[in-house]
């Protein structure tokens, strides 16, 4: 069985940056979309940045222009560069990547923007 571990969530202030990664344990053949969700405290999850094997992206309009989504093929691993951090990006990020065979979530990682 393959896992996503996701990693690089924390404490930041407003204005600053972040990389999240997110990791397969093992090889996921033909992977065609990768994204990045999240939940915000008391509220439900939502999109935040979707990528396809065809490279199509796709952003939260909240987002774009301060979050990019990006994968590194060889590694089999998701990145969300975030920057310009506001308190509203604040929430738990969840990385989701779907193959023919299989569809998976990683844990979740806490992303906290707070003075």
């Known amino acids: 069985q393959v896992d996503l571990v996701e990693s690089g969530g924390g404490l930041v202030q407003p204005g600053g940056s972040l990389r999240l990664s997110c990791a397969a344990s093992?090889?996921?053949?033909?992977?065609?979309?990768m994204a990045w969700y999240r939940q915000p405290p008391g509220k439900e999850r939502e999109l935040v940045a979707s990528k396809t094997s065809g490279g199509l992206t796709n952003y939260l309009d909240s987002v774009k222009g301060r979050f990019t989504i990006a994968r590194d093929g060889a590694k089999n691993t998701l990145y969300l560069d975030m920057s310009s951090l506001k308190h509203e990006d604040t929430a738990v990020y969840y990385c989701?990547?779907?193959?023919?065979?299989?569809?998976?979530w990683g844990q979740g990682t806490q992303v906290t923007v707070s003075v």
């Open positions: 989701h990547m779907i193959s023919p065979r299989t569809e998976l």
């Open positions: 093992g090889t996921i053949e033909n992977i065609y979309f």
